[in-house]
């Protein structure tokens, strides 16, 4: 299991959103986007290594501003946090409308150090 995560300035285009959902389906990855406001925050996962890089790819295409991988493609190292990613759907796209929820998605996931250290809200 592998995944990214990424901070834009915003994610307020529903055109993108489509295609960045249609990009999750195409490679059978999960995503999970903050958006709506400021700042825009987006994780992804999936079982292939290079999937999750394409999905990356298209988000990096489609040129948001203030775009930051903020935690490039790298293997999911918690085994709780692998366990939790196998039940969810991969080739689905979610949105939450806060970054409090995209915290709460995180430690549901049981990837809540990993995305705090990925934001910057804490050092190792």
Known sequence: ??????RTHHITSRK????LKTAAKTHQCF???RSGGIP???????NDRSQVQKW??????????????MAP???VSDST?????ATANLGALEEVDTVKE???QMELRGLQKWWRIAMGFVHE
């Open 1 to 6: 299991m592998y995944h990214a995560l990424i």
């Open 16 to 19: 993108k959103v489509a295609r």
């Open 31 to 33: 995503a999970l986007l």
């Open 40 to 46: 825009g925050v987006m994780y992804v996962r999936g």
């Open 56 to 69: 990356v790819d298209t988000v990096h295409d489609l040129r948001y501003k203030d775009y930051q991988l």
């Open 73 to 75: 493609v790298a293997a």
């Open 81 to 85: 946090a692998v366990k939790q990613a």
């Open 102 to 104: 995209m915290g709460a």
